[in-house]
């Protein structure tokens, strides 16, 4: 298994900001995203990097970002290194398959998570108060049972620390109605259209989050990730019954693992042990390649 990589620097690229995953460099009038191979669960990054993440989680987004586009546009410009500035020309070996040119955008503050099943942090609010994200919801569901109809539950994005889950209301409040109308529908579209390209390949994609920007003329962008493995929840969809917890193919199985130890879920995060590193990267993998219907590209050296 090859080496995480948990960090970038690019000599003569300025680092505009490093995330829980990404690492954001300003070339020019574009940004360049990396990909990192680190971990977060419950928002804190985690020790331990899980190998080839970073290409997964990049090449998969921009193979759904491709397969998109008529629903909404989107931020890629490329993510072939042949076509970076030379600037860049000495880390394309590093680069490749792990980043992605972009548009320079302005973020909308609000995640738009989709919600197809009560699972997670759902499933713990319903268990408290009968509702996911203050939508209330009928009795005696059973975990991992399938909603009606996805839903809707908007978070706002906190830079560290945790996302706040809010109302759409309160979304559009801080939007305006018509944004949040539409940025409602169009994640419902593209979770939709996700939900039923991994159904044919045995994947259930449970839940998701998107997000957005918009330029200076006020056209609208999706941008970050589209339906990985690191935003969404996979599961094999031959192992699926509700009433019980899901084998996976994200990053849940860390999460899982982190669940059985003693750990506020405040930094520092514990260590993972090489058995849940191992098999997170299986796991991203398979993901990759039932999705695409190839294995993930070796890297160019």
């Known amino acids: 298994m090859s080496e995480a990589v948990l960090t970038t620097s690019l ?3 300025a680092l505009r900001s490093r995330g829980k995953v990404r690492d954001i460099y300003a070339v020019g009038d574009q940004l360049l995203l990396v990909t990192t191979d680190r971990v977060s669960a419950f928002d804190v990054v985690l020790p331990e990097g899980i190998p080839e993440k970073g290409r997964v989680l990049n090449s998969l987004s921009a193979w759904w970002l491709r397969r998109t586009e008529h629903i909404v546009p989107n931020h890629l410009v ?10 860049l020309a000495p880390a394309k070996g590093m680069l490749d398959g792990r980043s992605m040119l972009v548009r320079r955008l302005n973020p909308i503050p609000f995640e738009c998570v989709m919600r197809g099943f009560l699972y997670g942090s759902g499933w713990k609010e319903y268990g408290r108060e009968g509702s996911v994200c203050g939508i209330s919801l009928p009795g005696g569901m059973q975990l991992a049972e399938r909603f009606p109809e996805p839903l809707f539950t908007p978070a706002t994005k906190a830079e560290d620390g945790h996302d706040e889950n809010v109302s759409e209301d309160f979304m559009a409040n801080a939007l305006g109605r018509e944004l949040t109308t539409r940025l409602h529908a169009i994640s419902r579209e593209i979770y939709r259209s996700g939900v039923e390209w991994a159904a044919e390949r045995g994947i259930i994609i449970a839940d998701t989050k998107f997000e957005f920007g918009h330029d200076d003329e006020g056209k609208l962008y999706v941008i970050d990730e ?5 935003s969404s929840r996979f599961w094999p969809a031959d192992e699926y019954a509700p009433g019980k917890l899901q084998s996976s193919f994200d990053k849940q199985y860390v999460r899982d693992y982190l669940e059985t130890v003693d750990w506020n879920k405040e930094p520092p995060a514990p260590h993972l042990p090489d058995s849940i590193v191992r098999g997170t990267t299986e796991r991203f993998l398979s993901a990759y390649r039932q999705i695409t219907g190839s294995p993930l590209p070796a890297p160019r050296s």
């Open 78 to 87: 490329t993510d072939d290194v042949d076509e970076y500035p030379e600037v």
């Open 226 to 230: 589209v339906l990985t493995p690191d």
């Open 11 to 13: 000599e003569g690229v």
